[in-house]
């Protein structure tokens, strides 16, 4: 991976010093080389971690006839695919020069033949055009600024700022949406002015100065209802296979994240396969507390499948150390404890390896998260008029004890409005009418997510969180934690033909007689011990619950209620207040809540306080 950026302006040259603090900001995207090229109104910067064809394929590129200028951050995995069918006169051996090579013959729907994970700028000299392309799934992020001196844009929000020089300011429609998903939706992001490219989508910028933002692709409908399951596990096998293959494309080592979970121990098990004798890296993370600690079933798995398996220990006093750089590195606020842990998880891999794969996408792909068992709940519970089934979810919600966590999710949910807030609720630390009372007013109407359509309501569900929870939490921020430690992440799952197959499917083959998932795990049976197979689910955890009522206790209390702080500024001090005192009693566990305040609040500090300062002193 790499880290990008630019600029086209309305009028006059873009500004090289600008450009030079953009490359400065995402050299840790790319420690092996930086470069930046100024032309007129246009200009581009390119951080480089080298992956494929190592010596070679610099950036920014042009074509041979100069009529394309491209800086690219990712792979295309079928890049030597489509290179045979290119009349090109070559000078690499890299992927970027086939993207060039096929802009140059095809134009910008070319990108619609990559395979791969990707954000692409590209300028069409000809046509004096910026196209912004994002890839699929989102695995990688593109951000610009739109205004009227023109178009920045970077691989990360820190590079816009940095190349315009102007202290952030906050987007205060943006807060509802955070509460709501411990991330922004996109297009939007908690900073004003700065909007965040859709996944699958492709944006574009005439001599007009008009922008426009296009989806070139969007997962398939349903195609068969009657499929045979035996076959479809073959298939769902051969597919899987073929993914993992894919992303092994690469000129430097390559480890995996091995969990002990299902879908990161299915990935290396398949990936030793593929390699045969050669070595297999793997890496997993613990906190030192039985109650969520995987260690023991990822060197089960690292034992049955014969990985060199490494191991890293987080602590409490990591999460104060890291958190304000490893904020600044997200440019938003740390939306899962787990990312700190994730982080150090990278800087270990760094050590062995420049790439590793990962699970993401399993559970939105076939239907791995408990929620899906009671997707059919929902449209039940709305047989119930809204009022007073949320009335009765109130009343229930306040006496079920701390211990029942996750039946307090579900209550949540399956009391929620409309379908849509259903959605949106099983992953939400407030429900809409506590967010009001934080904030005070009601979301701007535009800001509202759609129901997504489907064949039923565990369809509508996977559609909802392939569109919503998977790019704008678990992708993003594996994307930062990664790259913090200049190391790059692919997740097969999420490769795009894996996809369209899987969201072919019928329900009933993700979720079956019960068993989530059941799909995968079918196919998971053919490599890992059943114990893998069948284990419940835990998830990447870290013991928040304990640390809020003793190390970070005081810390919790004085960021959010202190008088200088900015969430006890912009939403309700006093209900704040009650959180916390909630979670101190012991009666509720409100730990995920106390974690999106505290994120919030240090993102402040670190990215619009700290960064105005910084502003403010140069």
């Known amino acids: 991976m790499c880290g990008i950026g630019g600029v086209l302006t309305r009028r006059g040259p873009a500004s090289a010093s600008g450009l030079e603090r953009m490359t400065h900001s995402l050299r840790h995207r790319g420690p092996d080389e930086s470069s930046t090229w100024v032309e007129d109104r246009l200009g581009l910067t390119h951080t480089r971690l080298s992956i494929i064809d190592l010596a070679a394929s610099h950036q920014p590129m042009h074509a041979v006839d100069r009529s394309w200028s491209v800086v690219f951050n990712g792979e295309i995995f079928n890049y030597r695919e489509l290179r045979e069918d290119l009349d090109y006169p070559f000078r690499t051996e890299g992927d970027t020069e086939v993207l060039v090579a096929g802009l140059v013959r095809h134009g910008i729907r070319f990108v619609e033949r990559l395979r791969g994970q990707f954000s692409i700028a590209a300028y069409d000299h000809t046509g004096r055009t910026l196209h912004l392309v994002r890839d699929r799934l989102g695995v990688l992020p593109l951000y610009y600024r739109l205004d009227h001196r023109g178009i920045v844009f970077g691989s990360e929000i820190k590079a816009i700022h940095a190349y315009l020089a102007e202290p952030p300011e906050v987007d205060p429609d943006s807060l509802d949406g955070y509460l709501a998903g411990r991330s922004v939706p996109a297009p939007f992001t908690l900073f004003a002015g700065v909007s965040k490219l859709p996944p699958g989508h492709r944006a574009e910028i005439g001599e007009s100065g008009e922008l426009r933002v296009d989806r070139y692709w969007a997962p398939p409908s349903v195609r068969a209802t009657d499929l045979d399951p035996a076959t479809t596990v073959d298939e769902a096998d051969r597919r899987i296979r073929d993914a993992v293959q894919a992303a092994l494309v690469a000129d430097v080592p390559v480890g995996s994240y091995l969990s002990g979970g299902v879908d990161s121990s299915l990935i290396v098990a398949v990936m030793k396969e593929l390699r045969g004798t050669a070595p297999v890296d793997t890496f997993a993370a613990g906190f030192g507390d039985p109650r969520v600690d995987e260690l023991n079933w990822a060197q089960l798995v690292s034992d049955r499948v014969g990985t060199r398996h490494h191991q890293v220990e987080v602590r409490a006093e990591d999460f104060l150390a890291l958190w304000p750089s490893l904020t600044w590195?997200?440019?938003?606020?740390?939306?899962?404890?787990?990312?700190?842990?994730?982080?150090?998880?990278?800087?270990?891999a760094r050590q062995h390896v420049k790439v590793v794969l990962s699970g993401e996408g399993g559970d939105e792909l076939f239907g791995g998260y408990p929620k899906y068992r009671f997707a059919s709940w929902g449209g039940r519970a709305r047989w119930v008029p809204a009022g007073p089934r949320q009335a009765v979810g109130r009343f229930l919600e306040a006496r079920l004890p701390a211990s029942m966590g996750r039946h307090r999710i579900a209550l949540r949910a399956l009391t929620a409005g409309s379908e849509v807030n259903q959605l949106g609720t099983w992953f939400a630390p407030f429900t809409a009418a506590e967010r009001r009372e934080l904030i005070g007013r009601d979301p701007a109407p535009e800001r509202a997510r759609q129901l997504p359509d489907g064949t039923d309501e565990i369809d509508r569900m996977l559609r909802y969180d392939l569109a919503s929870w998977l790019p704008d939490n678990l992708l993003e921020r594996g994307d930062r934690m990664t790259m913090a430690a200049s190391l790059e992440l692919r997740p097969p799952l999420l490769d795009h033909r894996l996809v369209e197959f899987a969201f072919g499917l019928p329900s009933n083959l993700k979720v079956r007689r019960g068993v989530p998932k059941w799909l995968l795990k079918e196919v998971a049976r053919r490599y890992l011990p059943e114990?893998?197979?069948?284990?419940?689910?835990?998830?990447?955890?870290?013991?928040?619950?304990?640390?809020?009522?003793?190390?970070?206790?005081?810390?919790?209390?004085?960021?959010?209620?202190?008088?200088?702080?900015?969430v006890g500024s912009v939403l309700d001090r006093h209900a704040v207040?009650?959180?916390?005192?909630?979670?101190?009693?012991?009666?509720?566990?409100?730990?995920?809540?106390?974690?999106?305040?505290?994120?919030?609040?240090?993102?402040?500090?670190?990215?619009v306080d700290g960064w105005a300062k910084e502003w403010r002193a140069a």
């Open 329 to 348: 590195h997200r440019d938003a606020p740390i939306s899962e404890p787990a990312d700190i842990a994730v982080f150090r998880l990278a800087q270990t």
């Open 531 to 566: 114990e893998i197979v069948t284990r419940r689910k835990v998830g990447f955890r870290v013991p928040l619950d304990s640390w809020f009522r003793t190390g970070l206790r005081e810390t919790a209390r004085d960021r959010l209620t202190g008088p200088g702080s900015f």
């Open 577 to 607: 207040s009650r959180l916390l005192d909630r979670h101190e009693g012991g009666g509720h566990d409100e730990e995920i809540r106390i974690w999106t305040l505290l994120s919030l609040e240090v993102w402040h500090e670190v990215c």
